[in-house]
T-cell receptor
Framework: GDSVTQMEGPVTLSEEAFLTINCTYT??????LFWYVQYPGEGLQLLLK?????DKGSNKGFEATYRKETTSFHLEKGSVQVSDSAVYFC???????????FGQGTELSVKP | DAGVIQSPRHEVTEMGQEVTLRCKPI?????LFWYRQTMMRGLELLIY????????DSGMPEDRFSAKMPNASFSTLKIQPSEPRDSAVYFC??????????FGPGTRLTVT
């Protein structure tokens, strides 16, 4: 069945460091891919999305490119801030829609 | 615009009691999803509705769990009787397309 695998956390970085969180997926057809962010005590917020191969999603300095050849959707940011500390979830929606399949989440901690 | 609204935000109850969680989706969204989040199992889809009709309830743990959507603006998730292993954060999400989902703040349930 469809699945998402993320790199394990926690990831600890210094402010202004470069961030990469790896995400790979297994799916039939042409899924849509997402990154969600969850701040402590809050619900999940949609961070960015890509709906077809080679699409690049971007928001708030974060980027991810839908790579069908490597079945990946890695999250990147050039310079992280303390306020980016949160748990990041990679997710896919199967081509027929209707549900999100989440990775296990990666906790990011940014130190000043 | 108001996002997804969930109530209560926190619920503490004793084992064996009935628990009802409530959700108001974003106006105009035809899809509604219930998720459960725990440290051990991560985010799990319990059930989702389209146009008030349950489409996939394969994630509902057992007969103690039931969900209803009597109209387009309201859904409930009920646990009867509750057990300590039901302790988790329960999220409701809604979607216009069935693909891009918007989450509520969650209900933190503790069953003692």
């Amino acid at each position: 069945g469809d699945s998402v695998t993320q790199m394990e956390g926690p990831v600890t970085l210094s402010e202004e460091a470069f961030l990469t969180i790896n995400c790979t997926y297994t799916a039939t057809g042409y899924p849509s891919l997402f990154w969600y962010v969850q701040y402590p005590g809050e619900g999940l917020q949609l961070l960015l999305k890509a709906t077809k191969a080679d699409d690049k999603g971007s928001n708030k300095g974060f980027e991810a490119t839908y790579r069908k050849e490597t079945t990946s959707f890695h999250l990147e940011k050039g310079s992280v801030q303390v306020s980016d500390s949160a748990v990041y979830f990679c997710a896919l929606s199967p081509s027929q829609g209707g549900k999100l399949i989440f990775g296990q989440g990666t906790e990011l901690s940014v130190k000043p | 615009d108001a996002g997804v609204i969930q109530s209560p935000r926190h619920e503490v109850t004793e084992m064996g009691q009935e628990v009802t969680l409530r959700c108001k989706p974003i106006s105009g969204h035809d899809y509604l999803f219930w998720y459960r989040q725990t440290m051990m199992r991560g985010l799990e889809l319990l059930i989702y509705f389209n146009n008030n009709v349950p489409i996939d309830d394969s994630g509902m743990p057992e007969d103690r769990f039931s969900a209803k959507m009597p109209n387009a603006s309201f859904s409930t998730l009920k646990i009867q009787p509750s057990e300590p292993r039901d302790s988790a954060v329960y999220f409701c999400a809604s979607s216009f397309t069935g693909i891009e989902q918007y989450f509520g703040p969650g209900t933190r349930l503790t069953v003692t």
